[in-house]
């Protein structure tokens, strides 16, 4: 299995030579990978604080550790199409990594993307907290492994 960093230097590759319009149905695209939640995470939804403040979007993720792999779970708001993609990239880069691959995760992500400009600075503000959010949650259980 490739490294977070190789996973998703692929994942923006396939963003590199596409125009902001075929950014954005990507993005969609890869939208309709994020799984539903479970029956779990809808009852751990409704007591746990885990929505990210910073983004408008309604976006829940879960960061967990199972055997030192990574797992990412999240729910974005389906009227935010571009952010749950975003949410569904990372989920697909990190899940089943180990945890120190995905503390490093880069913080120019969404630069690397070419989606800074396309997105706005709003929404960009809000993707760059969930990686933040991710990165600082990782590493927190890193440490606790």
């Known amino acids: 299995m ?3 960093r190789e996973r998703l230097d692929e994942l923006i590759g396939e963003f590199a030579d596409l125009d902001a319009r075929e950014k ?11 799984a539903p939640l479970t029956a779990d ?3 751990r939804k409704a007591i746990e604080d885990r929505r990210i403040h910073e983004c408008q979007t309604p976006v829940f993720l879960w960061v967990e550790s199972d ?3 990574a797992r990412l779970v999240g729910e ?6 571009t952010v ?7 989920a697909e880069a990190v899940n089943g990594r180990p945890l ?14 070419g989606l800074a400009d396309v997105l706005g600075i709003l929404r960009t503000r ?4 969930i990686v933040a959010r991710v990165k600082r949650e990782f590493a927190a259980l890193e440490k606790a492994v």
Not at 76 to 81: G, H, L, S
Not at 100 to 113: K, N
């Open 2 to 4: 490739s490294s977070v």
């Open 24 to 34: 954005l149905e990507l993005l969609v695209d890869f939208a309709n990978g994020l």
């Open 41 to 43: 995470y809808e009852a």
């Open 67 to 69: 055997g030192g792999l």
């Open 76 to 81: 974005v708001a389906p009227e935010a199409p």
């Open 84 to 90: 749950k993609g975003f949410v569904a990239i990372l």
């Open 100 to 113: 120190q691959q995905v503390a490093d995760l880069s913080d120019d992500i969404l630069d690397r993307m």
């Open 126 to 129: 809000g993707l760059r907290a």
